[in-house]
């Protein structure tokens, strides 16, 4: 018998698993040439424009410029691309994918072993991806 606690772990996990499963597979389905983001299908491409009020009001990137684009390299296993399109979005497209197999283990499972240290990865990791992105965006005020 699964108890209320139990479900709603499960629910939440479930919601987790979705926000985390969504932009990869949303990657798999948009184009990038390193410029622009479209939308393909079949043969035909529309090209997504989605304008960062950050960068337009200052002429700066904003710590996302770059995300999309870097997780569309990223499912296309161009890493160097990805990198050099935003370093953080490149980190935290790794994390999604390994919390993929985690959450559904978190939701089959009841007992995960190394949970608590599974724990405190994640909390390294998305630490090191903010201060990654705080470094990159404040050194384009540095190095201009």
Request: overall charge positive; aromatic content about 14%.
């Amino acid at each position: 018998m699964i108890t209320h606690s139990r479900k709603k772990d499960i629910k939440f996990n479930i919601l987790l698993l979705l926000l985390f499963l969504l932009p990869i597979v949303v990657s798999f389905i948009l184009k990038t040439n390193g410029k622009a983001v479209a939308f393909g299908f079949h043969e035909s491409l529309r090209e997504i424009r989605v304008p960062c009020v950050f960068k337009d009001f200052t002429g700066y990137n904003c710590p996302a410029c770059g995300g999309t684009r870097s997780f569309i390299y990223m499912s296309s296993f161009e890493l160097k691309a990805a990198w050099g399109m935003n370093k953080a979005t490149t980190l935290l497209y790794v994390f999604c994918m390994l919390q993929i197999p985690y959450r559904l283990a978190l939701i089959f499972c009841e007992k995960i072993p190394f949970h608590t240290r599974i724990i405190q990865i994640e909390a390294v990791m998305l630490i090191s991806i903010g201060i990654i992105d705080a470094l990159s965006f404040i050194s384009q005020f540095i190095f201009m």
